[in-house]
């Protein structure tokens, strides 16, 4: 009779070591790719805001005489207690104004306009973490009442700038 021989079938240290490498770099590629996924996330927001105030400041120029609401500079929006923010959304007659994702003091909303007794022009500009450029959406690059919407700032890293100016 033959004796049957027992495979050994553990793993040695060094096949270990191997193992928990892969899968360290591919947990390193999939959180990587999860950051940027929600910094995407966060910018799709972000421009679904600023529209909905451009939807709003639209709406406010057509029942007041073909101005928008008036501001001295420019309103940089941080967070919901920013009391020019709060003074906008009443002037606005809007229960709620959208604020940043993040609500921090890089990621913001600005609005400004043209003149401040009676302003005719606005921009709105949102800083951006995964775009490349400056956008411009319905004008001109340039500065109006406070917001720099030129390309004189640093357009290779964050926060890039997307501006929003009236029709």
């Given at each position: 009779?033959?004796?049957?021989q027992k ?41 679904s ?102 390309t ?16």
């Amino acid at each position: 009779m033959k004796k049957l021989q027992k495979k050994d079938t553990a793993l040695t240290v060094i096949e270990m070591l191997i193992a928990i490498g892969i899968f360290s770099i591919i947990m390193g590629i999939l959180v990587l790719n999860f950051e940027n996924s929600r910094k995407s996330s966060r910018d799709s927001v972000r421009l679904s805001d600023i529209q909905r105030i451009a939807d709003m400041l639209e709406n406010y120029y057509l029942k007041n005489k073909n101005t928008y609401p008036v501001v001295s500079g420019k309103v940089t929006i941080h967070s919901k207690d920013n009391s020019d923010w709060t003074s906008l959304k009443n002037t606005l007659n809007q229960g709620i104004l959208p604020v940043d994702p993040l609500a921090n003091t890089t990621y913001y909303y600005t609005y400004c306009v043209d003149n401040a007794s009676v302003a005719t022009q606005y921009v709105l500009m949102v800083r951006l973490e995964t775009s490349n450029r400056v956008v411009v959406e319905r004008g001109h690059r340039g500065t109006l009442g406070g917001c720099d919407c030129s390309t004189s700032g640093s357009e290779t890293t964050p926060p890039y700038l997307y501006c929003l100016h009236s029709p």
